[in-house]
Protein backbone atom coordinates (compact mmCIF):
# COMPACT_ATOMS: atom_id res chain seq x y z
CA UNK A 1 0.00 0.00 0.00
CA UNK A 2 3.17 2.31 0.79
CA UNK A 3 4.07 2.29 -2.89
CA UNK A 4 0.73 4.01 -4.87
CA UNK A 5 1.24 6.21 -2.21
CA UNK A 6 4.60 7.80 -3.25
CA UNK A 7 3.77 7.81 -6.66
CA UNK A 8 0.86 10.10 -5.82
CA UNK A 9 2.62 12.28 -3.95
CA UNK A 10 5.89 11.71 -6.54
CA UNK A 11 3.22 13.00 -9.48
CA UNK A 12 1.89 15.70 -7.04
CA UNK A 13 4.98 17.64 -7.45
CA UNK A 14 4.77 17.77 -10.87
CA UNK A 15 3.95 21.19 -12.29
CA UNK A 16 1.10 21.14 -14.61
CA UNK A 17 3.59 23.29 -17.56
CA UNK A 18 6.00 19.92 -17.47
CA UNK A 19 2.87 17.45 -17.29
CA UNK A 20 1.99 19.37 -20.83
CA UNK A 21 4.99 18.80 -22.56
CA UNK A 22 5.31 15.49 -21.43
CA UNK A 23 1.95 14.73 -22.44
CA UNK A 24 2.03 16.96 -25.80
CA UNK A 25 4.82 14.74 -26.70
CA UNK A 26 3.21 10.92 -25.73
CA UNK A 27 0.46 11.78 -27.75
CA UNK A 28 2.00 13.29 -30.68
CA UNK A 29 1.03 10.60 -32.65
CA UNK A 30 -2.20 9.33 -31.22
CA UNK A 31 -4.08 12.47 -32.63
CA UNK A 32 -5.32 12.66 -29.30
CA UNK A 33 -5.98 16.40 -28.02
CA UNK A 34 -3.99 17.44 -24.66
CA UNK A 35 -6.26 19.49 -22.40
CA UNK A 36 -5.48 20.80 -18.70
CA UNK A 37 -9.12 20.37 -16.51
CA UNK A 38 -9.07 21.23 -12.86
CA UNK A 39 -11.66 20.35 -10.25
CA UNK A 40 -13.18 20.85 -7.04
CA UNK A 41 -16.01 19.97 -4.41
CA UNK A 42 -18.36 22.55 -2.70
CA UNK A 43 -20.90 21.93 0.01
CA UNK A 44 -23.93 23.44 0.58
CA UNK A 45 -27.01 22.47 2.04
CA UNK A 46 -30.37 23.10 4.73
CA UNK A 47 -27.89 25.89 6.76
CA UNK A 48 -29.23 29.08 4.67
CA UNK A 49 -26.70 31.06 2.38
CA UNK A 50 -27.50 34.65 3.16
CA UNK A 51 -25.89 37.76 0.71
CA UNK A 52 -26.78 40.78 -0.20
CA UNK A 53 -29.75 41.86 -2.13
CA UNK A 54 -31.79 44.88 -3.26
CA UNK A 55 -34.21 46.46 -1.75
CA UNK A 56 -36.07 49.85 -1.37
CA UNK A 57 -34.38 52.79 0.26
CA UNK A 58 -35.41 52.94 4.39
CA UNK A 59 -36.34 49.42 4.24
CA UNK A 60 -34.85 46.54 5.53
CA UNK A 61 -34.89 43.26 3.68
CA UNK A 62 -35.99 40.32 5.80
CA UNK A 63 -34.97 36.65 5.35
CA UNK A 64 -36.44 33.28 6.28
CA UNK A 65 -33.86 31.23 7.54
CA UNK A 66 -34.09 28.38 9.66
CA UNK A 67 -30.69 26.62 10.64
CA UNK A 68 -30.70 22.84 9.83
CA UNK A 69 -27.73 20.75 9.13
CA UNK A 70 -28.32 18.39 6.04
CA UNK A 71 -25.55 18.41 3.18
CA UNK A 72 -24.81 17.68 -0.56
CA UNK A 73 -21.84 18.47 -2.36
CA UNK A 74 -21.20 19.63 -5.89
CA UNK A 75 -18.28 17.78 -7.67
CA UNK A 76 -17.44 20.31 -10.29
CA UNK A 77 -14.92 19.80 -13.35
CA UNK A 78 -13.73 22.89 -15.68
CA UNK A 79 -11.22 23.28 -18.81
CA UNK A 80 -10.39 27.00 -18.33
CA UNK A 81 -9.04 27.49 -21.72
CA UNK A 82 -12.66 26.33 -23.08
CA UNK A 83 -14.76 27.06 -20.71
CA UNK A 84 -16.31 23.44 -20.72
CA UNK A 85 -17.53 22.76 -17.44
CA UNK A 86 -19.29 19.48 -15.66
CA UNK A 87 -21.08 19.34 -12.18
CA UNK A 88 -22.21 16.01 -10.36
CA UNK A 89 -24.35 16.38 -7.31
CA UNK A 90 -23.46 13.88 -4.66
CA UNK A 91 -24.82 13.38 -0.93
CA UNK A 92 -20.90 12.54 0.58
CA UNK A 93 -17.67 13.04 -0.45
CA UNK A 94 -15.44 10.12 0.40
CA UNK A 95 -13.11 7.64 -2.36
CA UNK A 96 -16.44 5.86 -3.61
CA UNK A 97 -18.09 9.00 -4.66
CA UNK A 98 -15.02 10.60 -6.31
CA UNK A 99 -14.09 7.45 -8.02
CA UNK A 100 -17.78 6.86 -9.03
CA UNK A 101 -17.57 10.94 -10.28
CA UNK A 102 -13.59 10.24 -11.80
CA UNK A 103 -15.07 7.31 -13.96
CA UNK A 104 -18.37 9.02 -15.31
CA UNK A 105 -15.66 12.35 -16.36
CA UNK A 106 -13.78 9.96 -18.37
CA UNK A 107 -16.64 8.37 -20.03
CA UNK A 108 -18.16 11.41 -21.06
CA UNK A 109 -14.80 13.60 -22.30
CA UNK A 110 -14.11 10.22 -24.02
CA UNK A 111 -10.76 10.33 -21.69
CA UNK A 112 -7.84 7.99 -23.53
CA UNK A 113 -9.83 7.63 -26.63
CA UNK A 114 -10.12 11.28 -28.05
CA UNK A 115 -8.35 13.16 -25.60
CA UNK A 116 -5.55 13.10 -22.89
CA UNK A 117 -6.38 15.23 -19.83
CA UNK A 118 -4.32 16.82 -17.04
CA UNK A 119 -6.69 17.07 -13.85
CA UNK A 120 -5.47 19.74 -11.34
CA UNK A 121 -6.78 18.89 -7.81
CA UNK A 122 -6.04 19.98 -4.50
CA UNK A 123 -4.79 16.81 -1.90
CA UNK A 124 -7.85 15.61 -0.23
CA UNK A 125 -7.21 12.20 1.23
CA UNK A 126 -9.83 10.85 -1.46
CA UNK A 127 -8.05 12.19 -4.22
CA UNK A 128 -4.60 11.02 -3.56
CA UNK A 129 -5.84 7.61 -2.11
CA UNK A 130 -3.68 4.44 -3.46
CA UNK A 131 -6.99 3.20 -3.48
CA UNK A 132 -8.17 5.08 -6.10
CA UNK A 133 -8.51 4.00 -9.76
CA UNK A 134 -7.22 6.73 -11.94
CA UNK A 135 -9.37 6.16 -15.61
CA UNK A 136 -6.97 5.67 -18.68
CA UNK A 137 -6.38 9.22 -20.24
CA UNK A 138 -6.22 11.23 -17.37
CA UNK A 139 -3.61 11.85 -15.30
CA UNK A 140 -3.85 13.85 -11.57
CA UNK A 141 -1.61 16.76 -10.66
CA UNK A 142 -1.81 18.42 -6.74
CA UNK A 143 -2.10 21.53 -6.41
CA UNK A 144 0.50 22.56 -3.17
CA UNK A 145 -1.33 22.19 0.18
CA UNK A 146 -3.13 25.22 1.55
CA UNK A 147 -3.34 26.91 -1.84
CA UNK A 148 -6.81 27.35 -3.09
CA UNK A 149 -6.32 31.12 -4.91
CA UNK A 150 -4.34 28.81 -7.24
CA UNK A 151 -7.42 26.34 -8.03
CA UNK A 152 -9.32 28.16 -10.74
CA UNK A 153 -12.84 25.78 -9.78
CA UNK A 154 -13.03 27.89 -6.92
CA UNK A 155 -14.40 30.97 -8.90
CA UNK A 156 -17.39 28.63 -9.88
CA UNK A 157 -18.81 28.51 -6.53
CA UNK A 158 -20.49 32.02 -6.32
CA UNK A 159 -22.52 30.92 -9.93
CA UNK A 160 -23.72 27.90 -7.85
CA UNK A 161 -24.50 29.70 -4.31
CA UNK A 162 -26.64 32.21 -6.53
CA UNK A 163 -30.09 31.22 -6.20
CA UNK A 164 -29.36 29.29 -3.02
CA UNK A 165 -29.20 32.94 -1.28
CA UNK A 166 -31.39 34.25 1.31
CA UNK A 167 -33.91 31.48 0.38
CA UNK A 168 -35.37 28.87 2.68
CA UNK A 169 -36.42 24.99 1.49
CA UNK A 170 -38.47 22.57 3.09
CA UNK A 171 -36.37 19.74 1.79
CA UNK A 172 -32.88 18.97 0.51
CA UNK A 173 -34.69 17.76 -2.39
CA UNK A 174 -35.95 20.85 -3.27
CA UNK A 175 -32.45 22.30 -2.96
CA UNK A 176 -31.50 19.46 -5.63
CA UNK A 177 -33.75 20.27 -7.73
CA UNK A 178 -33.04 23.96 -8.32
CA UNK A 179 -29.36 23.71 -7.84
CA UNK A 180 -29.12 21.05 -11.04
CA UNK A 181 -31.22 23.39 -13.05
CA UNK A 182 -28.57 25.59 -12.34
CA UNK A 183 -25.56 23.44 -13.48
CA UNK A 184 -27.42 23.08 -16.53
CA UNK A 185 -27.12 26.59 -17.39
CA UNK A 186 -24.05 26.82 -16.31
CA UNK A 187 -23.02 24.08 -18.67
CA UNK A 188 -24.29 26.16 -21.74
CA UNK A 189 -22.49 29.25 -20.57
CA UNK A 190 -18.58 28.38 -21.61
CA UNK A 191 -17.75 32.27 -22.47
CA UNK A 192 -18.57 33.65 -18.54
CA UNK A 193 -16.87 30.37 -17.47
CA UNK A 194 -13.66 31.04 -18.98
CA UNK A 195 -13.95 34.57 -17.89
CA UNK A 196 -14.05 33.56 -14.13
CA UNK A 197 -11.30 30.27 -14.64
CA UNK A 198 -8.67 31.33 -17.01
CA UNK A 199 -6.28 32.65 -15.11
CA UNK A 200 -3.06 34.68 -16.77
CA UNK A 201 -0.44 31.69 -15.61
CA UNK A 202 -2.75 28.42 -16.63
CA UNK A 203 -1.39 26.30 -19.06
CA UNK A 204 -2.64 27.38 -23.03
CA UNK A 205 -2.30 24.81 -25.52
CA UNK A 206 -2.40 24.78 -29.22
CA UNK A 207 -3.52 21.27 -30.17
Known amino acids: M???????RK???KNPPAVVQAATARTEATG??????????HRVGLKPLVGKQWSERGKAPTVRVQHRYE?????????????????????TVNTAAFQAVLDRFALDTQAGKTREIILVLDGAGWHATPQLKCPPGI?????????????PAERL?????????????????????LLAEQCRRLE??????RSLTFFHWWPCITN
Open 2 to 8: SRPTRSL
Open 11 to 13: RSK
Open 32 to 41: RAVEVWCMDE
Open 71 to 91: WLYISAFVCPQTGESQYWLLP
Open 139 to 151: ELVFLPPYSPELQ
Open 157 to 177: WSLTDAPLKNRHFETLEDLTV
Open 188 to 193: QQRERI
